[in-house]
């Protein structure tokens, strides 16, 4: 479709952006690997020579691992499973007709936009205060005894801010994704006598099963990443430490950056198995 | 074909859509509510909702005792900056895979789209070594140019797509008018993906805002942006939900607004034009 | 002034030919129509001397200058596409005057000329509109005086007027042909329509599958079809094609008689058939005959007057001296 001038021009302008994310990408990722085979610690002697395979048993061995696997399953099969089904709902709702659909729309994907550290810390004090949070408020009024919410439901309280946070994206994917349903679709079911339920399930849903799976994959890789939540919550304790936060504690807190390099390349394997996934479904995409 | 429904039917959608998103909402509405209450009243039993002496003093007192412009200027020069670093980078690669696409064109989508999905933590050490060795740590520069690669991907990906829809015929016109290259992306292509530009621009800002690996990592004092700002709240000092509050707001109001506008690109740009 | 000459271009896509080596000389001033089926390359050689693509092989020469590598923007050729291109972030005016920018021309030349060419197309009310507010036929007028103010070597259209209603399309082509006796430069036009080639051109180039059929002027092409392809595909309705004994009598494998060249008779001629549908349009009537033994149907034009229905026998007289005869390859027998 060109000529041979308009193809050079191509590559040449497709250079950088190449050169540098190929940079961006290989430079770091090959010190990680380098390092996830030393015994290095900066604080304690640097760098102690080659260790064979050593930090990546350690890694795995060690008494912290399995239960960061545990809490790391828990934020993201919780929050995927809050957010997929709460934005399916929600997206439907979003969809009916109704007064003021512009401005409900604006309210529920606000906490987009909301910068990680901000509805960390406002959920953390505002709300799940034992003493001076709305929940403990609440709980009050009832009667009961308020709960120290970060510290004896960690779990379920960190679930609830990232789920928040990530409630807006799956439901705008959804609804977006219901916004091109062919409307004719459901007219004809419903002439074939399907009632609201069965039509649900037979023509909506099905639809929806390609947008879900995007959610699904994209929400998975950013969760596993999440990091800020837990920095200004727990700071890692009761519980959420997460293979992500365990591998920041490693590198910088511990400074043990052989041990945390062998889990980085852990975490990007994973992370990788997953975005083959994705690529697969967007890749289809791209040949249209 | 949209069909009449009945009022009554539209009321209870209305009703139930509207206690929903305000419900979402209001974990926002009571940061910026507080954020104008003295602290007794911010944690005043039973909350107190709308009438209070409203004051302006958190906003004050949030400046002046942590500087708070200084962090807003840093989040302003590292979103903005990242994101113009690149749209110079993007705009001509989005360019070659859109108009002169080749055998590879996709496989390189693809790798560019991979790349945004190594996780963070995974060379942080490296990253940081390097910041280190380049005297980068605390500067606005070195958060910049981590943040134009961590957004570089998106970038392409979304000029991509809006590029795609540009007829082709167009920039053939113009290559027959005889515009060269430059022109041809100057006068014709820039000015007809505006919107989509504009939309990416808009995307990429909001993402580099609320940026919190890097932001918190590699930074201290003096190139810290609001990110940091905010999490050096996050050990509490006495009573100071009010100033949280405010300092809360002024960090989100200008991203929120953004984004707002932004709703519909959004989409397009976190899936990478899978979902449209 | 604007001389084509292709010399033995070839353009290869991988490993698909599209065009094998080809040789085309368009004299200066002359209108030339690429005509044929979609598919048969006939966009791809428009391109190729655009130099919107690379010839594979072989030489494109512009006024006895070899053009072949050098970049569309400097081969002096101006090109209307089909989806007319337009600027739609410009007015009508940045349009017209956007080669004459890219030139470097100062801004009073500039203005002159765009408003020459809007007098001329008529669209001086609409200079300050975007190309999103008009009709299709005023896009396409605008499509064209963008070449036109360059007064370029040649004009290249590329099915300008397949997007616009039968109407106005036949107004348009009116209008180019009118532009190319004004201007008596060079245009090469591409059409799948042999209506436009038939009125528009000096000299038709008939291709399929990259291989020219025939070249000609309209009445050559009409008058002596080098080969079936072009027998059936110049003239309207179609010339009606008849093998076997009938052919045989006239020393041919195949016969060509075109329904404007067969009288009818409700009582005696040399064919018969029945009648299966009539087409009135007023001037012309237009019968398709079936049962005739001949071919499948064949196709007669008779006077508006001629009032046969559906079902009727009628009788065929073809006009001797304009029997087409063809060999088994498909050639002409002249």
Redesign the interface.
């Known amino acids: ?2 000529t041979k001038a ?2 050079a ?3 040449l ?2 250079a ?3 050169i ?2 190929l940079g ?2 290989l ?3 090959t ?2 690997v380098i ?1 996830s085979f030393k015994r290095y610690l900066p604080m304690r002697g640097g760098d102690l020579g080659w260790v064979g395979f050593e930090n990546y048993v350690r890694f795995v061995s060690s008494s912290a691992f399995w239960p960061a696997v545990q809490s790391t399953l828990m934020i993201v099969g919780g929050v995927l499973l809050i957010t997929v089904v709460l934005g399916v709902l ?1 997206a439907i ?2 969809d ?6 512009g ?17 960390a ?7 799940m205060d034992p003493v ?1 949070g ?1 929940f ?2 609440l709980w ?2 009832f009667g009961a005894t308020p709960v120290s919410w970060l510290s004896e439901a960690s779990m379920p309280s960190i679930i609830l801010i990232v789920s ?1 946070q990530w ?3 799956a439901t ?2 959804l609804l ?2 219901i916004q ?1 349903l062919d ?2 679709q459901l ?1 004809a079911a419903e002439m074939d006598g399907a009632p609201p339920l069965s039509r649900f399930i037979y023509i909506t849903l099905p639809h929806l099963a ?2 879900i799976t ?1 959610v699904v994959l ?1 929400q998975t ?1 950013f969760l ?2 999440i ?2 939540e837990i ?3 727990t700071q890692g304790a009761f519980g959420t430490r997460t293979l ?1 936060y365990l ?2 504690q490693r ?2 807190e511990s400074q043990n ?1 052989g041990l ?2 062998a889990g ?2 852990y ?2 394997i ?3 198995i ?2 083959l996934f ?2 697969r ?3 289809k ?3 249209r | ?2 069909r009449a ?1 009945t009022t009554q ?2 009321i209870i ?2 009703t ?3 206690m ?3 419900l ?2 209001f ?2 509405m ?2 910026i509510l ?1 954020s104008f209450k003295t602290e007794a009243t911010a ?1 005043a ?3 107190v909702w709308f009438f209070f002496d409203w004051t302006l003093d958190n906003y004050r007192v949030v400046q002046e005792r942590s500087d708070y412009s200084r962090f807003l200027w840093n989040s302003i020069i590292i979103a903005g900056g990242s994101t113009f670093m690149g749209l110079l ?2 705009i ?2 989005a ?3 859109a ?4 055998k590879r064109t ?1 496989d ?3 790798w ?4 945004k ?14 910041f280190i060795r380049f005297g980068l740590l605390d500067t606005r520069i070195g958060l910049t140019v981590v943040l134009m ?1 961590i957004n ?2 998106i970038m ?1 990906w979304m000029l991509y797509t809006y590029f795609k829809e540009i ?4 920039l ?10 430059r ?1 041809e992306i100057l ?2 292509l820039t ?2 993906a ?1 919107p989509g530009i504009a939309s990416t621009v808009l995307l990429n800002v ?1 993402l580099a ?2 940026e ?2 890097w932001t ?2 590699l930074t201290a004092a003096k190139a810290a942006p ?3 700002f ?2 050096s ?2 050990s ?1 000092e006495g009573l100071f ?1 009010a100033k ?2 405010a300092a ?1 707001t002024m ?2 109001a200008p ?2 607004i ?3 506008f932004s ?2 690109q ?2 397009r740009g ?7 | 002034m604007g001389r084509i000459v292709l010399d033995q271009v070839t353009k290869s896509f991988g490993d698909v030919t599209v065009i094998p080596p080809l040789d085309l000389t368009i004299e200066d001033g002359e209108f030339a129509v690429f005509v044929g089926p979609s598919g048969c390359g006939k966009s791809t050689l428009l391109r190729l001397i ?1 130099g ?1 693509e690379d010839v594979t092989s072989g030489a494109i020469r512009i006024d006895g200058e070899d053009a072949t590598s050098i ?4 081969r002096g ?3 209307v ?3 007319y ?6 007015s009508v005016r940045k349009n017209i005057a ?2 004459l920018r ?2 470097g021309m100062d801004k009073a030349e500039q203005d002159r000329r765009v408003d020459l060419a809007a007098s001329v197309l008529n669209l001086t009310d609409y200079l300050d509109r975007r190309p999103g507010q008009l009709s299709g036929g005023q896009r396409q007028r605008v499509a064209i005086g ?1 070449a036109i103010v ?1 007064e370029p070597a040649a004009f290249l259209f590329d099915e300008p007027l397949s997007n616009l209603d039968a109407a106005l399309r036949v107004g348009m082509r009116l209008e180019i042909s009118e532009l190319h006796k004004r201007l008596k430069t060079t245009m090469i036009y591409v059409t799948h329509d042999q209506v436009e080639a038939m009125t528009m051109a000096d000299k038709i180039v008939v291709l399929r599958a990259g291989f020219i059929e025939q070249v000609g002027s309209p009445l050559d092409l009409y008058h002596a079809p080098r080969n079936l392809f072009v027998a059936g595909f110049i003239g309207s309705p179609k010339m009606n094609l008849i093998a076997g004994a009938e052919a045989a009598k006239h020393d041919a494998h195949t016969i060509g008689v075109r329904p404007e060249h067969i009288s009818v008779s409700a009582t005696d001629g040399e064919w018969s058939g029945v009648v299966a549908v009539s087409e009135h349009l007023g001037s012309d009537t237009f019968f398709h005959v079936h049962q005739t033994g001949l071919a499948d149907t064949i196709t007669v034009r008779a006077d508006g007057e001629v009032g046969f229905r559906h079902g009727d026998r009628i009788h065929m007289t073809p006009r001797a001296d304009v029997i087409h005869r063809f060999d088994e390859q498909g050639l002409r027998i002249a």
């Not at chain 1, 994907?109 to 909301?114: E, T």
């Not at chain 2, 108009?99 to 080749?102: A, E, K, L, Q, R």
């Not at chain 2, 999905?117 to 390097?130: D, E, F, H, R, W």
């Open positions: 479709m060109a308009s193809r021009a191509a590559r302008m497709l950088p952006a190449v540098l994310l961006w990408m430079v770091p990722l010190m990680t390092f929600l709702l979003l009916q007709p109704m007064w003021g659909q401005i409900v729309r604006i309210l529920v994907i606000a906490p987009f936009f909301v910068m990680p550290t901000v509805s810390l406002v959920w953390k004090n505002m709300f001076n709305l403990a408020h009050r009024f928040w409630l807006p994206f705008l994917i977006t994704a091109s409307s004719e007219e390609r947008a995007i994209i890789i596993l990443a990091f800020a920095f200004v919550t992500t591998i920041f590198v910088l950056v945390g390099s980085g390349v975490a990007i994973l992370a990788n997953l975005a994705l690529m479904i967007v890749g995409n791209l040949d | 074909m949209a429904v039917r539209k959608n209305t139930f859509a509207w929903v998103g305000l979402i909402f974990p926002i009571w940061t507080t944690i039993d039973p909350p980078i993007a001509p690669a360019w070659s895979m108009f002169v696409p080749s996709k390189i989508l693809l560019m789209l991979s790349t999905m190594l996780p963070a933590v995974g060379v942080l050490y490296p990253i940081y070594l390097i690669f570089l991907p392409v007829p082709g015929e167009i053939e016109a113009a290559r027959m008018d005889g515009a060269g290259l022109e006068y014709v000015p007809m505006l909001i805002w609320n919190a690996f918190l990592n609001l990110t940091a905010i999490a709240y996050s509490p939900y949280l509050s809360s960090a989100i991203i929120l953004l984004g707002w709703q519909k959004l989409v976190l899936t990478f034009g899978a979902v449209k | 655009a919107l970049s569309p923007a400097k050729l101006a090109m596409f089909q989806s291109a337009l600027y739609p972030h410009m956007f080669p890219m030139a963008r360059r």
